[in-house]
């Protein structure tokens, strides 16, 4: 059987294009490829669809600026004629940021995804400094345990999110605030930044709620041989 060539797409979702669903972004990328012409391989069966793979959900609402696609091709293309052809067709929020082809079979990107970097800012009110937020994320980071509520499939669960909190540091310039924040995502689990931010606000003191930051996913990681790698060089 004939090898098919086989693409990852680096690209980024925001603006008015955070507020649309996983679904949603599936079904555009099948329109953008089909105005672009593009050869896409589909798999077979009694209802054939594109052979995308994507990364990661992301969470209505939150952006993300480094978001990964594989997909096959039924022909070659080079990855600049594919960047331009999607590039010109995509909507509003959305931007091919690299492409490259991919020489060897591997993993799913679900399969390698481990963890996730977030930033999320806010506007903060008077009287709160930087020390103020380096205190209650060292408190946070300290604690045995962050127990959180989560509803699943109709039944509330609890769960601790300490495990999976890799990284968290913040800073203040002037009025406004910003914190990162590299969790666990993939096959072992998922810690959701705004859990994160409940907790800064519930037990660290952080004058700001959850639903008043504008969150963006920077970076998805897989774990490498010495570390965590971006999904683009795993």
Request: hydrophobic share 40%; glycine share 10%.
């Amino acid at each position: 059987m004939r090898k098919l060539p086989r693409y990852r797409v680096k690209f980024s979702k925001d603006g008015p294009a955070r507020f649309s669903s996983h679904l949603d972004m599936v079904r555009f990328f099948d329109r953008c490829t089909r105005r672009a012409g593009l050869p896409v391989a589909f798999s077979e069966g009694f209802n054939p669809h594109p052979k995308f793979s994507f990364a990661a959900p992301l969470p209505v609402g939150i952006g993300g600026m480094a978001e990964y696609l594989d997909m096959e091709l039924t022909g070659y293309i080079s990855p600049l004629e594919l960047a331009e052809k999607l590039g010109s067709n995509m909507p509003e929020g959305y931007e091919i940021l690299d492409i490259r082809e991919l020489r060897e079979k591997g993993p799913a990107l679900m399969a390698l995804l481990a963890r996730a970097e977030y930033r999320a800012t806010a506007t903060l009110p008077t009287g709160y400094s930087e020390p103020e937020l380096k205190t209650s994320i060292n408190n946070i980071m300290n604690s045995g345990a962050l127990p959180v509520i989560r509803e699943v499939k109709g039944k509330v669960k609890e769960t601790d999110i300490r495990g999976g909190i890799f990284n968290l540091t913040g800073s203040v310039k002037g009025h406004i605030m910003e914190i990162k924040m590299e969790l666990l995502i993939g096959s072992q689990g998922n810690v959701r930044p705004n859990d994160v931010l409940l907790k800064l606000y519930q037990d660290g003191g952080v004058p700001v709620k959850p639903e008043e930051f504008r969150i963006r996913r920077v970076e998805l990681f897989a774990d490498g041989k010495t570390g965590p790698i971006s999904l683009w060089e795993a």
